[in-house]
């Protein structure tokens, strides 16, 4: 089992915050890495990273912007060492402020593109700029393991008819400007891949289906419905593929996209 050990190894998650982010960090904490919680709230960041002990940090990274990267990546290096393992988790999802009009507010006609452009800045620009200035950082050491976290629906399209209640209305459609930042994610893994190869840096997507969330429970239940194994993620369910793909159990792995999603993408 040493091959998917961690210890001695620095790993940095953004948005390590959210739903999954603190799956993460807590995932690769147990396989023994130092973690560096990443997140808008650095205050917060460092009390979480307080609950794994050792050298865990947490460092304010604010993924659109350069300065913040590089500000994080000095600290980082200072107070821990260099970077051996980033999980770019930081993504952003559609939130309509009323619901009386998301329906027709997420229509593709209806679509803002302020909505849109914000999405793709933070969900592909985001991991554009943290590949640059983190990556690049573990390039030039000659070595490390980029995880870029994409989704289902960079694969496939949207099954709209999930976002309808128990009544046939449709609540709102799932955006367009999703799909495309998470599929242009699972390019973007496969340009670095090539890219860092002869670099020692392996560059791989985890494409998650949907995690179960105080959603509806008529929305629990027709997505389980839709699944092979009858239900959806819990967020702990992927914190076996993370350590995998950051460690070197994967070590011969590099712009391939891991899928765990329950089955979802086999019919």
């Known amino acids: 089992m040493s091959l998917f050990s961690l210890k001695d190894k620095i790993a940095v998650v953004t948005g390590g915050l959210g739903l999954l982010g603190k799956q993460h960090c807590i995932a690769l904490a147990q396989a023994g890495a130092t973690v560096v919680v990443g997140d808008l709230d650095g205050e917060a960041c460092s009390r979480y990273a307080r609950e794994f002990g050792g050298k865990s940090i947490g460092v304010t990274l604010n993924v659109n912007d350069r300065a913040s990267l590089q500000a994080g990546l000095a600290t980082i290096e200072s107070q821990v060492g260099g970077i051996d393992v980033l999980i770019n988790n930081a993504a952003i999802n559609d939130m309509f402020e009323n619901p009386v009009v998301a329906g027709e507010q997420s229509r593709l006609e209806n679509y803002p593109e302020a909505m849109w452009r914000k999405m793709i800045d933070v969900n ?8 640059q200035v983190l990556g690049s950082s573990m390039a030039k050491r000659g070595k490390g393991s980029v995880v870029n976290i994409a989704s289902t629906y960079g694969m496939v399209g949207p099954n709209q008819d999930l976002y309808k209640d128990k009544d046939g209305k449709q609540l709102f459609y799932k955006s367009p400007a999703y799909s495309a930042s998470k599929g242009a994610v699972i390019a973007l ?3 670095l891949a090539a890219y860092w190869g002869r670099s020692g840096v392996r560059v791989n997507t985890l494409s ?8 509806d429970e008529h929305f629990v239940h027709a997505y389980s419905e839709k699944t092979p194994l009858g239900r959806m993620a819990v967020p702990s369910d992927y914190q076996g593929a993370i350590v995998f793909l950051a460690s070197d159990a994967s070590a011969y792995m590099t712009g391939a996209n891991l899928v765990v999603d329950g089955g979802w993408t086999t019919w």
């Open 189 to 191: 893994t496969r340009y």
């Open 124 to 131: 592909v620009t985001g991991v554009f700029l943290c590949s």
């Open 208 to 215: 998650p289906g949907g995690v179960e969330n105080h959603q």
